[in-house]
């Protein structure tokens, strides 16, 4: 089996190059990848066969028709040399294949690491542009849309149009293709060869996601709309008041997470008694915790409510 970002830039391929998608396709005029296509299930038999063959003769090729042996397993012609002379072929170098999108475009999906939300390879111009589903960067609200095309030169400008510059996408994605278009799409979106997201390991068996998030940090600027101002984010912390994330030590970040109730309300007054349980700290006080931190002091995270009372310094 082929490396398994080699095997979706060669299926890509396929797609571009085929015609029309409802139509069966023969497997073995794709060469090498055409075994990996099957056994991933991107192509399913269509339990037919070509009528007529291309040959090789003399210093080029001709046509010939072909009868086919099933229970042999072989496809015979009548050689256009010496026409006395039969000539017998393995049936697999002409049996057809349906395409089989929507396994490519799920398999395609997870590959990438998308959120899918049920849109998981949605067509949203029938054989021409998929809606995969959305990446994240890193804590912004709204994900980016990720498309995937095939030969868009095809599909009317009017519904490429329709899709692609609908205000209903609230971030700026990336439309994946084979190759980058010569002429600009319509809309926002950013095109881009998937093949520039191959990752640097050797084979590509990963989607390289760090290329992926500086294209699409690029195509929005951070703003203060586009950023949650406070999570927990395992030992990660943002708080409104920070100026960056500062990363925890876990028995801190424990400590943060049973301070920390629940969104929409105000952070619950808790005292240290509880919270040590609640945290299985073996610090004796908030003090204590993190007076040893050097991104931060106790001031910097709890408030000091009352005698021995405290809070967390987050917003509802």
């Not at 994946?176 to 809309?187: D, K, V």
């Amino acid at each position: 089996m082929s490396s398994t970002g080699a095997a979706y830039l060669a299926f890509l391929a396929a797609l571009e190059q085929a015609s029309d998608l409802t139509k069966p396709v023969c497997a073995f005029r794709m060469g090498r990848c055409a075994g990996d296509f099957v056994q991933r299930r991107w192509l399913r038999p269509a339990h037919t066969y070509l009528t007529r063959q291309m040959i090789s003769f003399l210093d080029g090729e001709i046509e010939v028709d072909v009868e086919i042996d099933e229970d042999a397993g072989v496809y015979r012609y009548r050689s256009p040399q010496w026409h006395s002379r039969i000539l017998t072929r393995p049936l697999a170098e002409i049996a057809l294949q349906d395409f089989c999108v929507e396994a490519w475009l799920r398999d395609l999906t997870e590959w990438i690491g998308l959120e899918t939300s049920g849109t998981r390879g949605l067509a949203r111009i029938p054989y021409h542009l998929w809606h995969l589903g959305d990446f994240r960067v890193g804590k912004t609200t709204e994900p980016a849309p990720v498309f995937v095309a095939r030969r868009l030169a095809s599909a009317s400008v009017e519904a490429l149009s329709s899709v692609l510059a609908d205000p209903a996408w609230g971030r700026r994605g990336i439309v994946l293709m084979r190759e980058r278009p010569r002429l600009p799409l319509p809309g926002v979106h950013e095109v881009r060869a998937l093949s520039e997201f191959i990752g640097p390991l050797e084979g590509g068996a990963q989607f390289d996601s760090a290329s992926f998030v500086r294209v699409l940090r690029s195509l929005t600027p951070p703003s203060a709309s586009d950023q949650r101002t406070q999570y927990l984010d395992g030992q990660d912390l943002l708080l409104p008041h920070f100026e960056t994330v500062v990363r925890l030590s876990p028995a801190r970040a424990r400590i943060v997470k049973a301070s920390w109730g629940t969104d929409g309300y105000p952070s619950p007054i808790v005292t240290w008694a509880e919270i040590k349980i609640a945290a299985h700290s073996s610090y004796q006080s908030f003090d204590d915790a993190f007076k040893d931190c050097k991104d931060m002091e106790r001031e910097d995270v709890f408030d000091l409510i009352d005698h021995g009372k405290y809070r967390l310094r987050r917003t509802p």
